[in-house]
């Protein structure tokens, strides 16, 4: 369907185990449409975290097909899937996984480095980034010097500074406590805000309230899909 930033049809994933496979992800079928804001929840197993490792290509379906951008996933090569990845997509991750020896602004920067951009490009964007997630001051301090919830910020500055049209967010609030959960659930309302498209995975409803839309799982299918009507 035009307009969509995602569509799976028949998605799929097995894992082998000693008992046999087994099937994480069922069948499922999802659109997302640009500029959407979706919480992706369930229980643990539920096949949440196998759906969004499929959505960033960090992992490949058994049956089923994935078009990101338009762009039919299982067709492309290595180098044409990691094009497509990098200008399309942003994560951001529960752990934060930023580099610890390096500056704020390098870590920021990092992306910008495996899309061949020069140096004092890559400078000046990160720069402008951590100061609109209000941490320019810090651009030379080292990760262990700030706080957690500063940490995420640095990690969704990291998340654009491609300028992805759809940022995964992978339980972002996991470490966090609720004032600062809070403030980088405000940060991503501000940029679903802009026009890009966040899908969020978690298992707390505090968080997905904040979401446009909700989608649940249970047992590696979709139960339920509905509007929530937040930020109407």
Do not use: W
């Not at 046999?20 to 949440?48: H, T």
Request: proline share 4%.
């Amino acid at each position: 369907m035009a307009g969509d930033v995602i569509r799976v049809l028949g998605l799929g994933k097995s894992y082998p185990t000693a008992a046999g496979e087994f099937p994480a992800l069922r069948g499922v079928d999802l659109a997302i449409a640009a500029g959407e804001y979706i919480a992706i929840m369930g229980p643990s197993g539920s096949g949440k975290s196998t759906f969004m490792n499929l959505l960033g290509c960090l992992d490949t379906p058994s049956v089923g097909e994935y078009f990101l951008a338009g762009e039919n996933v299982a067709t492309l090569d290595k180098d044409a899937l990691a094009v497509l990845r990098n200008r399309t997509l942003g994560f951001v991750f529960q752990g934060f996984n930023l580099l610890p020896r390096m500056s704020l602004q390098d870590n920021v920067a990092l992306p910008l480095v495996y899309a061949g951009v020069d140096k004092a490009t890559r400078r000046a964007r990160a720069r402008a980034l951590l100061e609109r997630v209000g941490l320019g001051q810090y651009a030379e301090s080292l990760p262990n010097r700030i706080s957690g919830g500063q940490q995420q910020r640095v990690a969704i500055a990291r998340a654009l500074v491609n300028a992805p049209r759809l940022i995964l967010a992978d339980e972002p609030t996991g470490n966090l406590d609720s004032h600062t959960s809070e403030e980088i659930m405000r940060l991503f309302g501000e940029l679903n805000g802009d026009g890009i498209t966040i899908v969020l995975v978690t298992h707390e409803p505090d968080i997905a309230a904040h979401a446009k839309r909700q989608v649940r799982f249970l047992d590696g299918r979709i139960v339920s899909d509905h509007l929530t009507g937040a930020g109407a």
